[in-house]
């Protein structure tokens, strides 16, 4: 006879859940297709434009790269990077094999999502410390938007990660895509199934010691 009990178990609370969910996100490469539906991209666009932004604004704009434009994207970011690289004096077979795997993760993606940031709605202000104080508040609220996607997929037993080049080459980026000049690109999510071989890895318990203090 069982002596597990046959009382039904309690239902997660609405906490439990969202901790769990956070807590199990991870980045996850080697991405496979087929590619998400459109639907399903503009409810993970539609999750981030709910994230926290300073003055009741939405300083974010949202661009799905299609195949067709993979290509030129990926060699408009290779040739900014590759200028940095050369100037940093990083070995010519180092850079090659630096830009092949970033060229592949953009044109090899199932579903390639550019996020960038705009000023649209933002306070104006006549010294500097401020200006870019308000720009700060504008890229803080982005980070949000685009954790809402990450966790967001996670849910949805889908692999994701963050691409943080176009911060690096906005010009190249706003050219290859043909993006109004305001937008200022941030960074791309590639969004994909996860392989049947993926095994999440263990995160280290966190060391609060370090990273927090009282006051």
Same mark, same amino acid.
């Given at each position: ?5 046959? $009382?039904?178990?309690? /239902?997660? =609370? !609405?906490?439990? +859940?969202? #901790? &769990? ?74 850079? $090659?094999?630096?830009? /092949?795997? =970033? !060229?592949?993760? +953009?044109? #090899? &993606? ?106």
């Amino acid at each position: 006879m069982s002596d597990e009990s046959t $009382e039904p178990r309690a /239902a997660p =609370s !609405r906490a439990a +859940v969202i #901790e &769990a969910a956070i807590r199990a996100r991870r980045s996850v490469r080697g991405l496979e297709g087929p590619p998400l539906a459109p639907a399903e991209v503009e409810s993970l666009v539609a999750l981030a434009l709910t994230a926290p932004a300073p003055h009741h604004t939405l300083p974010w704009r949202f661009a799905e790269v299609t195949p067709a434009r993979r290509s030129a994207l990926a060699a408009a970011m290779g040739e900014a990077w590759r200028a940095d690289l050369e100037a940093d004096g990083v070995p010519r077979p180092q850079q $090659e094999r630096a830009l /092949a795997r =970033s !060229r592949r993760q +953009v044109e #090899e &993606a199932p579903t390639l999502l550019l996020g960038c940031a705009v000023s649209e709605g933002l306070r104006v202000y006549s010294d500097e410390r401020r200006a870019r104080a308000e720009w700060t508040l504008a890229t803080h609220s982005f980070g949000a938007g685009m954790q809402n996607i990450l966790l967001a997929a996670s849910a949805r037993g889908l692999a994701a990660f963050w691409i943080s080049a176009p911060l690096y080459a906005p010009e190249a980026v706003r050219a290859a895509l043909d993006l109004d000049a305001a937008w200022q690109p941030q960074a791309l999510i590639a969004l994909g199934h996860p392989s049947a071989a993926y095994r999440p890895f263990e995160r280290p318990t966190p060391d609060l010691g370090t990273h927090f203090v009282r006051r």
